[in-house]
């Protein structure tokens, strides 16, 4: 089945550090790839998303690249700031199978001042 | 402003007690699901739906029923809890199906003692 496999945490980092979350999927057909940010206290919201391999997805200076050759989808921000911690969820979904979203076990990032 | 309602936020009940988690979404979405999070497993599909009166089971559906009546609403249903369902649960809806964004409430943490 379709699975995704991200680095387990906690990730500490200094304030303006850099960031690195790896990800990696196996999918049984094309997938479309995401990852959402869960705020504390907070329900889980997109951050960024691909569709098709090749495609870089950005926001908020976070940014990912669909890596079909390597299946992977790693979140990387160059700077990072205080108001970045959260844990972070790779996820796939799979046209066929609705939008049933598959996610992987997230990873907590605490940034320090 | 579009959102997902989930009630209530936090929940602590007995076992065997009948509980339900109400969800409801102002964006006219035809998919909505449900997830529960566990430490370390990500989130998890409970169960879903592609549309009014059509539901089905997603990864973990034992224990759990669903219902949708109206395009709106989609009630989480424990009826007879035990400790194994303490988990933090999660309502999603989402417009269509593949790539396109998935919104979440904030969460119902429920402990079943």
Same mark, same amino acid.
């Given at each position: 089945g379709d699975s995704v496999t991200q680095m387990e945490g906690p990730v500490t980092l200094s304030e303006e550090a850099f960031l690195t979350i790896n990800c990696t999927y196996t999918a049984t057909g094309y997938p479309s790839l995401f990852w959402y940010v869960q705020y504390p206290g907070e329900g889980l919201q997109l951050l960024l998303k691909?569709?098709?391999?090749?495609?870089?997805?950005?926001?908020?200076?976070?940014?990912?690249?669909?890596?079909?050759?390597?299946?992977s989808f790693h979140l990387e921000k160059g700077s990072v700031q205080v108001s970045d911690s959260a844990v972070y969820f790779c996820a796939l979904t799979i046209k066929a199978a609705g939008n049933k979203l598959t996610f992987g076990g997230g990873t907590r990032v605490l940034v320090k001042p | 402003e579009a959102q997902v309602t989930q009630n209530p936020r936090y929940l602590i009940t007995v076992t065997? /007690?009948?509980l339900t988690v109400t969800c409801s979404q102002n964006m006219?979405?035809?998919?909505? *699901?449900?997830?529960r999070q566990d430490p370390g497993l990500g989130l998890r599909q409970i169960y879903y739906s592609m549309n009014v009166e059509?539901?089905?089971?997603?990864?973990?559906?034992?224990?759990?029923?669903?219902?949708?009546?109206? /395009?709106?609403n989609f009630p989480l249903i424990l009826e007879s809890p035990s400790?194994?369902?303490? *988990?933090?649960y999660f309502c999603a809806s989402s417009a269509g199906t593949g790539g396109?964004?998935?919104?979440?409430?904030?969460?119902?943490?429920?402990?079943v003692v």
């Open positions: 691909a569709t098709k391999a090749d495609d870089k997805g950005s926001n908020k200076g976070f940014e990912a690249t669909y890596r079909k050759e390597t299946t | 065997g /007690k009948k006219n979405h035809e998919y909505m *699901s449900w997830y059509v539901t089905d089971k997603g990864d973990v559906p034992e224990g759990y029923k669903v219902s949708r009546k109206e /395009k709106r400790p194994n369902q303490t *988990s933090l396109t964004e998935a919104f979440f409430g904030q969460g119902t943490r429920l402990t």
